[in-house]
């Protein structure tokens, strides 16, 4: 059974939908550790229910630092694969490669469309009629690697951010655990850019 550590910098609530999604049987998949960059909600969670946790001050001690703390702690945790839920920094280009299209990121807009911060802000402010969730894999760009799964949103007349933030969130939370399933069963072939999903 493939073993994830999930990163997360807020609330978690990708990380809840994945461990439902775990506990329920729908993934093949088990959580053996989570991580974060400050002492965030997701943190708190993972910890009340008996969640091995791994946090340093990235702020404080540097990136470079952080993953090296992170690396040890996967490696004695038995890490397979990395689950980026609203983990908002951008992991090195070495770190990467260490975990080749084993590490998967949420984002909320239609990649590569508002890549980066604030992308349902970004959305609004461009007035655009459509916008939605990505899975994909991650790669040294920021948000840039290949797409595993998409699903769009109608932008609604009048629609304010929290209503709209809110649709998005709905989406992440059945598009990142739907991902982490075909992973752990070894369905996705990455060609170049392009993911195929193999028949189960």
Known sequence: MMRLAVLASGQGTNLMALAAAIASGEVPAEIAIVGGDREAPALAWARERGIATFFAPAREIGMAQWERRLLATMTDAGVDAVVLAGFMRVLSGAFVALFPERILNVHPSLLPAFPGLDAIGQALAHGVRVTGVTVHFVDQGLDEGPIILQEALPVRT????????????????RLLPEAVRLLSLGRLQVRGRIVDIMEG
């Open 158 to 173: 009048g629609e304010g951010r929290d209503e709209l933030e809110a649709r998005v969130h709905a989406v992440e939370h």
